[in-house]
């Protein structure tokens, strides 16, 4: 029988961040997180994220031994922009067992419902602004930096358990740039010319003023996107503050159009290739000393973020994003790039991928389910 109990000690929080070390032993694509950067990420005090929102978090344990962890997470900030009462399960992890998968997700849809969530959705790590879906297509590959993986046995295990697609997320990639390099610069052409759009690099020199820019375009651009949340100023920096020791200025743009600017787009080196090899094990020095060995020796990035103000999104600034990058990315030798993760309905970002011939390649899904008072899974 399987028993699942909320996470009450530091000790089994500990255990909660470790338990995917146990179930994925022996998958070769499964890239370990550091562990570090987990306790950072669920800690209250440290990510401001928790400042609007509350997690509770379970452990599922049969005979003794863990096999099982879930989320249960009320995002209030999310409940005031779109004017409900949502929750949302995340951090889900399970053995390849029904029972376990139905007790985990009933421990959080309880949870959930006892603090007037009238439906769930998930999952999300822990919110939308963060590594989001599960894996439902693509799974013989490693995820890129920042994406989620799973194994193949999940989607029909939380099918089960009454949930329904929200939304697909989609991963493209492109694996010929010199191809993609050569459409772009045609698409570029046929688009006319864009003499009053300039494309700049982030100046990390100037970090603080960098950032409000992002924040201001973060907050215009994906607001009529699906699951938007704006972020504070506090959770922009802390987001940045992790990714500023892997950010290459080549990599990091600004638009900016008759003196505005108006759209940003970042890249990051897929450092997963070298996380792999150190098994989430990286103290504060250790991982200045990775960054210096490792950074500009990764061939493969990934196109995070490519956002563009709303009043400007018919300038058709994308594809100039897209040629910078790619030139960039060919000078300096690498040879595969990712562009996620893209929603399934957002025609502005497809349209111009499918043009480039970028291949979907990957697939997640976040799920929901209607929460009937006294339902179980």
Avoid at 76 to 96: C, S
Avoid at 130 to 143: A, K, N, Q, V, Y
Avoid at 192 to 206: K, N
Avoid at 341 to 357: A, H, S
Wanted: charged residues 25%; hydrophobic residues 40%; glycine residues 6%.
């Amino acid at each position: 029988m399987t028993d699942v109990r909320p996470v009450a000690t530091p000790r089994e929080l500990d255990a909660f961040i470790r338990l995917p070390w146990d179930l994925y032993r022996g998958d070769p694509n499964w890239v370990p997180p550091l562990v570090a950067a987990e306790r950072k990420l669920l800690d209250p005090a440290r990510n401001p994220f928790w400042s609007r929102a509350q997690a509770q978090h379970f452990l599922a344990r049969r005979g003794g031994r863990l096999v099982g962890r879930v989320s249960a997470i009320v995002n209030q900030a999310h409940d005031a922009t779109h004017d409900e009462k949502a929750g949302w399960f995340g951090f889900f992890e399970t053995e390849n067992d029904s029972a376990t998968a139905r007790a985990l997700l009933d421990a959080a849809e309880g949870w959930l419902r006892a603090r007037g969530a009238s439906r769930v959705l998930g999952p999300v790590n822990p919110s939308t602004n963060d590594p989001s879906g599960m894996l439902i297509e693509g799974f013989d590959r490693p995820p890129y930096v920042l994406m989620t993986y799973n194994p193949a046995h999940y989607p029909p295990l939380v099918d089960a358990c009454g949930y329904r697609k929200s939304i697909d997320l989609l991963a493209y990639s492109v694996r010929e740039p010199q191809l993609v390099r050569d459409r772009l610069d045609r698409i570029v052409r046929l688009a006319g010319e864009r003499s009053d759009v300039q494309i700049r690099e982030v100046d990390l020199s100037r970090f603080e003023d960098e950032l409000r820019l992002v924040m201001s375009i973060y907050n215009d651009a994906w607001a009529q996107n699906w699951g938007f949340t704006p972020m504070s100023e506090e959770e922009i920096r802390f987001v940045a503050g992790d990714m500023k020791a892997i950010v290459l200025p080549e990599f990091a743009y600004f638009a900016t159009y008759r003196g505005e600017t108006i759209a940003f787009a970042l890249a990051l080196p897929d450092i997963n290739v070298a996380l792999q090899r150190v098994n989430g094990r990286l103290f504060p020095f250790g991982w200045i000393h990775f960054l210096k060995r490792n950074l500009r020796k990764i061939k493969r990035f990934r196109v995070v973020a490519l956002g563009v103000k709303r009043q400007w999104q018919h300038l058709g600034v994308g594809p100039l994003f897209y040629q910078r990058l790619m030139d960039t990315g060919l000078k300096r030798g690498y040879v595969e790039c990712e562009m996620s993760w893209v929603l399934e309905n957002n025609d502005l970002m497809t349209r111009p991928l499918v043009m480039l011939g970028a291949k979907p390649y990957k697939r997640y899904r976040v799920y929901e389910k209607a929460l009937q008072p006294g339902s179980v899974c």
